[in-house]
C-alpha cells in the first residue's frame, strides 16, 4: 500500500497510479489530486515524472465511478492556470476520453468530465477546432440542451471559446448554433448566463452574425438581451452590456441604440467594477469594448469619474491578470481621443503602475500597459513633459525584444509615437541600441511586426535632422529599403513609402539620400506609383516622395520630370502624372499631384521655363485648368496657384 499523502514521496505516488490494485489507484489519483491543487511547482514536478500520461490511461480504461470522477478532477488540476499542465494533459491524448465522458449514464461522472473540460478550454492551447469537426460540434450543441445546467453551461462555455475565427463563428452558426443559444435565453440562471457569454463571442467582431442576431424573431431576441441589462443577477447583468457592446462595435448600423440605453449600460458596467470575483475582473474590459471608438461614452465616462475609480484599482496593488489586463485597456481606450482623460491619469499618478505592468508576465497584461502608453503618448504635451521618464520609455523600449510577437507589435506602436521629433527620448532610443532593434524587426516573418517597425523608422524620420536620417540609412541600408518598398503587404509598403517622404523632407542633404546607390530608391517609388495595388494609400504617399524630391535642386528636379513628362522610350507612361490629376476617387491623390507640379514650376528656379515647356507638352496645363473648379477646396486652392505659376514664366 502506497504511503500517506504527508510522508508519501511523490516517485512512489506516480508509480501507485498504475498499480493493479483498484483501490491503491484511487488513493494516488486524490493525494497528486490534492497535492497540485494552486501548486504550480508541485504540478510541474508531477507533469515532469510523468504523472499525466498515467492519470490520462485511468480515465481511458476503467469503467469504476469513483476512479473517473478523480481522475477527471486530477487532469483539471493540472490543467488549471498553467500552460505546461493544458500541454501535458492535451499531449497525453485526454480530449477524445473526456468527450465520452459526457455522454455517461452517471451525472457524477458527467460533471467531472464538464469541468475538467472547462479548465483546458481556458487556455489558449485548447484545440478549438477539432471540436468544430463533425460528431463533436453535433455533441458540443446537443449538450447545450442538456437537463443538467452544469453540462450546459460547460458546453456552452467551450462554445464560446471555440469562436476565435471568423470562419470558427460561421461554422457555429451555420450548425444552428445560434439558434439553440438563443432558444435558451429564457433557461435557468446558470444557462442564460452562459448563453449571453456564448452570444458575445459568436458576434464579437463579425457583422454578418451580429445583423442576423439582431433580427432574429423580429427584434424580440435584442429586446430580451437589452431587458437582461437590469437584470438582479451581477453576471447577468454584464454579460448582456458585453453582448450588446460586442454588436455595437462589429455593426454599429445594425440597430438604432438610443443615447439612454447606450448611457445605461455605461453606468451598469461602471457600478460591476466594484463588484468581487468574476464579475469585478471582467467588468474592465466590457467597460472598454463599450467605449472603443466613441467619444461621446468616452466623455461620458469621464464626466462620471470612471477614471479615477479604475486608477484607485491600479493603486490598490496586487490584482489578477485578468482584472489588470481589463482595467489597463479600459484606460487606454477611455484615453484614445479626450485629452481630458489623458490628464486626469497623469494627474492621478498611473505612470508607476503602468511601468510595473509592462514588467508583468501575463501577455494580455504586458500588450494592455502598451497600448494605455501609446494612448497617453498621442498627446504632445505629454510626449514633452510627462511621459519622458526613463523609467517609462527604458522598459518599454526592451519590450521590442518580448518573446510575444503581440507584446512586440503593442510595444512597436507605443514606441511609434514616442520617438516623434519633438520628443526628449528620441536620443535616449539611439542609446539604447533602438533603431538596430526596429531595423531587425523590419525583417521579420511576421508582416505585424514589420508594419509596425517601419512605422516606427517613419516617425523616427520626423523632422530629423541629417545626422538622425544618416545614421538611420547606415543601419537600414538601401537594399532592405528597397525591398520593404515592394513588400508583399500592401501596408508595408505605404509605410516604406512614408519612411521614404520624411527622409527626403527638408533639405538638399536629406533629398540627396534617394539618389543614394544610382537613385535605386526613387527608381523603387516610381515603379510603386505604376504598379501599386492600392492606389489610395501607396501613391499618395509615393507622390508626396516625387514633390519632397522636386523641391531640391536642378538635378533633383529634373530626375523627377522624368516621371512626370518623360521624354525616353520605356517610361512608366506619357500621361502618369495626368491619370493621378484626374482620379476622382480620392482627392488626397490630387493634392498629391499637385503638389508635385506646383515644386516643379517654382518661378525662381532655373530651369523652370524648359520643365513648364514640357510639362505643357505632356497635357498637364491642361488638366490643371480643367481642374479650377474641382469639388475638393484644398485642391482648387493648389491648382490655383500650381496655373499662376505657369502664367507667370509664360509671360515673362
Known amino acids: 500500500m502506497p504511503a500517506s499523502t504527508g510522508c508519501g514521496r511523490p516517485e512512489d505516488l506516480v ?9 491503491a489507484r484511487l488513493k494516488a489519483l486524490r493525494d497528486v489530486k490534492n497535492q497540485i491543487i494552486g501548486n504550480k511547482t508541485k504540478k510541474l514536478s508531477y507533469i515532469k515524472l510523468g504523472a499525466v500520461p498515467r492519470v490520462v490511461e485511468i480515465l481511458a480504461s476503467d469503467t469504476e465511478t469513483p476512479l473517473l470522477v478523480q481522475s477527471a478532477a486530477t487532469v483539471g488540476s493540472f490543467a488549471c492556470g ?7 494533459v492535451l499531449d497525453s491524448g485526454v480530449l477524445p476520453h473526456l468527450l465520452r465522458m459526457l455522454s455517461n449514464g452517471d451525472s457524477k461522472v458527467v460533471e467531472a468530465g464538464a469541468r475538467s473540460l472547462k479548465m483546458i478550454f481556458q487556455s489558449t492551447l485548447a484545440p478549438r477546432s477539432d471540436m468544430l469537426q463533425g460528431q463533436r460540434m453535433e455533441l458540443l450543441l446537443a449538450l447545450i440542451n442538456s437537463a443538467n445546467d452544469n453540462v450546459a453551461e460547460v458546453a456552452a462555455s467551450v462554445l464560446a471559446r471555440c469562436c476565435e475565427t471568423t470562419e470558427h463563428q460561421h461554422a457555429i452558426a451555420d450548425a444552428g448554433g445560434m439558434q439553440i443559444l438563443v432558444n435558451l435565453l429564457s433557461g435557468s440562471l446558470k444557462k442564460r448566463e452562459a448563453v449571453l457569454e456564448a452570444l458575445a463571442a459568436l458576434v464579437k467582431n463579425n ?21 437582461l441589462v437590469k437584470d438582479k443577477s451581477p453576471r447577468s447583468r454584464l454579460l448582456a452590456c458585453m453582448c450588446l457592446a460586442n454588436i455595437s462595435r462589429a455593426c454599429p448600423s445594425c440597430y438604432q441604440q438610443e443615447w439612454e440605453m447606450k448611457t445605461n449600460m455605461l453606468g451598469v458596467v461602471v457600478k460591476l467594477l466594484e463588484e468581487s470575483g468574476q464579475v469585478g475582473e471582467e467588468a474592465p474590459i466590457v467597460l472598454a469594448d463599450l467605449v472603443a471608438n466613441s467619444e461621446e461614452l468616452q466623455k461620458a465616462a469621464y464626466e462620471i469619474n470612471t477614471i479615477e475609480k479604475l486608477c484607485d484599482f491600479l493603486h490598490r496593488g496586487s490584482l489578477p491578470a485578468k482584472q489588470l489586463q481589463g482595467i489597463l485597456m479600459a484606460l487606454a481606450e477611455l484615453c484614445s481621443r479626450l485629452e481630458d482623460s ?12 503602468i511601468v510595473v ?5 501575463s501577455v494580455g497584461v504586458r500588450v494592455a500597459a502598451c497600448t494605455c502608453i501609446r494612448s497617453l503618448s498621442r498627446s504632445v504635451k505629454n510626449l514633452r513633459t510627462s511621459l519622458t521618464d526613463e523609467r517609462l520609455v527604458f522598459p518599454l523600449f526592451k519590450l521590442l525584444d518580448d518573446p510575444s510577437p503581440s507584446v512586440q507589435v503593442a510595444a512597436l506602436s507605443a514606441v511609434s509615437n514616442v520617438v516623434l521629433d519633438f520628443t526628449p527620448q528620441k536620443a535616449a532610443f539611439f542609446q539604447c541600441g533602438g533603431v538596430s532593434q526596429l531595423i531587425q524587426l523590419s525583417r521579420s516573418m511576421d508582416p505585424f511586426l514589420r508594419l509596425n517597425s517601419v512605422w516606427a523608422l517613419r516617425n523616427l524620420l520626423y523632422l530629423a535632422d541629417m545626422s538622425v536620417k544618416e545614421k538611420v540609412m547606415n543601419e537600414l541600408t538601401v537594399s532592405t529599403l528597397i525591398s520593404l518598398i515592394n513588400d508583399s503587404e500592401d501596408m508595408v509598403q505605404e509605410q516604406a513609402l512614408a519612411f521614404v517622404r520624411n527622409l527626403v523632407y527638408g533639405s538638399i542633404e536629406s533629398v540627396h539620400q534617394i539618389f543614394l546607390e544610382d537613385g535605386a530608391i526613387l527608381s523603387a517609388v516610381e515603379r510603386q506609383l505604376c504598379v501599386a495595388t492600392r492606389p489610395e494609400v501607396c501613391t499618395q ?10 523641391a531640391g535642386n536642378e538635378f533633383h528636379k529634373e530626375s523627377v520630370m522624368r516621371f512626370a513628362a518623360p521624354e525616353l522610350p520605356g ?13 476622382m476617387s480620392n482627392p488626397q491623390l490630387r493634392v498629391a499631384a499637385v503638389w508635385c507640379i506646383m515644386n516643379l514650376t517654382y518661378p525662381d528656379s532655373p530651369g523652370v521655363v524648359s520643365r513648364i515647356s514640357r510639362l505643357c507638352d505632356a497635357g498637364i496645363q491642361l488638366q490643371l485648368q480643367k481642374m479650377v473648379g474641382d469639388p475638393c477646396l484644398d485642391v482648387k486652392d493648389r491648382v490655383k496657384v500650381a496655373l499662376e505659376q505657369f502664367m507667370a514664366v509664360c509671360n515673362v
Open 342 to 353: 489623458r490628464r486626469q491619469l497623469l494627474y492621478l499618478k498611473a505612470q508607476a503602475p
Open 541 to 550: 504617399q509615393g507622390l508626396y516622395v516625387l514633390s519632397n524630391v522636386a
Open 357 to 361: 505592468a509592462l514588467g508583468h508576465e
Open 82 to 88: 498553467i500552460e505546461a499542465g493544458v500541454k501535458a
Open 15 to 23: 508509480e501507485n497510479l498504475s498499480s493493479i490494485d483498484t483501490s
Open 571 to 583: 517610361s512608366c507612361t506619357a500621361s502618369a502624372l495626368i491619370s493621378f490629376l484626374q482620379d
Open 207 to 227: 457583422p454578418q452574425l451580429s445583423l442576423r442576431l439582431v433580427s432574429m424573431d423580429e427584434g424580440r431576441t435584442l429586446f430580451s438581451i437589452i431587458k
